[in-house]
């Protein structure tokens, strides 16, 4: 690896904390030293992530804010360009921006939204990012496409960040993984899900050997500008456990795999606190991973964690 990067640590919420409302949600993980709380982008699960990134906007002043991630088929880029310029000026620059592609059939069926073959979507979002850029810059733009025509838009607002937020794009397969590497801040490195929901092949394109692969296509894309790139984990599994052999044994079980390739998978994250830190340790080092997103269920038994090593 080239440059190290510190460990920062988000949280993604689909409700608020135990016993807290999301405002009080927001101000309790900027307190604990969470660096960012993002929220999902699905029809049955989590709040409107817009409207919530807004709020947690403006109800904290030194948290990350952002969506895990858009799925570019549910909005227009014009208007989501504006939305999320929007959230940059109410929080003073602590916008993430996370794109992606879509994966989960059920929403799609559910929304009666038509869901493309995956190549199909993948040419949407890149074009999507383009145009996302383009507005956020500072003339009037233009974009002819094969799924967008943008005529002499001039973006407005322009965002709190010159040049816009950082992007973050997820995902798992070849293609989006050369492009994040080419144009993103953040790359989430994910499991492919080509079945349209989260099932055993899912899992195993999760494991080490595959995360491998797809590290090599992030570099492939970026070049002479990987070590300018956070690689982010999204935490399948999550547990602060003195049993982590036992515990990932019952998981291996879903990932038709062994306990020893659950535990090694860096998007799990289980065992004591000290397992913990030699694991995000090895993970940093093997592949670069340093920005991890804990499950909003398992903010409060991570805090320890997150306080020991944000930043190191």
């Not at 900027?30 to 906007?57: C, I, K, M, N, R």
């Not at 500072?138 to 838009?153: N, T």
Request: hydrophobic share 40%.
């Amino acid at each position: 690896m080239g440059t190290t990067r510190p460990f920062r640590f988000a949280a993604e919420l689909h409700r608020p904390l135990d016993g807290r409302t999301w405002v009080e949600s927001f101000q309790e993980l900027e307190q604990l030293g969470y660096s960012t709380v993002f929220f999902p982008d699905h029809f049955h699960d989590g709040p409107g992530p817009l409207a919530a990134t807004a709020a947690a906007a403006v109800a904290t002043t030194t948290l990350n804010v952002g969506i895990l991630v858009l799925d570019c088929d549910y909005r227009h880029p014009v208007v989501l360009a504006r939305e999320l310029a929007t959230i940059d000026h109410l929080s003073s620059g602590r916008l993430e921006v996370g794109l992606g592609a879509g994966w989960k059939a059920s929403d799609y069926r559910q929304a009666g939204i038509p869901m493309d073959r995956p190549g199909i979507r993948v040419d949407r979002m890149i074009e999507h990012t383009a145009i996302l850029k383009g507005l956020w810059g500072e003339r009037p733009f233009s974009f002819q496409g094969a799924h967008y025509q943008i005529d002499d838009c001039d973006g407005t607002p322009k965002p709190f960040t010159p040049g816009g937020p950082k992007i973050l794009i997820g995902g798992g397969a070849p293609r989006v993984l050369r492009f994040a590497g080419q144009t993103a801040d953040i790359v989430g490195v994910n499991a492919s899900i080509h079945s349209g929901e989260i099932d055993t092949a899912a899992a195993q394109d999760g494991l080490a050997s595959a995360i491998d692969h797809k590290i090599d296509w992030v570099r492939a894309g970026a070049g002479d500008r990987f070590d300018e790139i956070e690689l982010n984990a999204w935490l399948a599994v999550a547990s602060v456990t003195d049993d982590a052999y036992g515990f990932a044994a019952a998981v291996a079980v879903g990932f038709d795999s062994t306990p020893e390739q659950v535990l090694e998978s860096p998007l799990t994250l289980i065992g004591s606190p000290s397992e913990i830190g030699d694991r995000l340790e090895e993970r940093r080092q093997r592949w670069g991973y340093s920005y991890h997103v804990i499950p909003g269920d398992n903010v409060a038994e991570f805090t320890p964690i997150v306080a020991a090593l944000t930043g190191r």
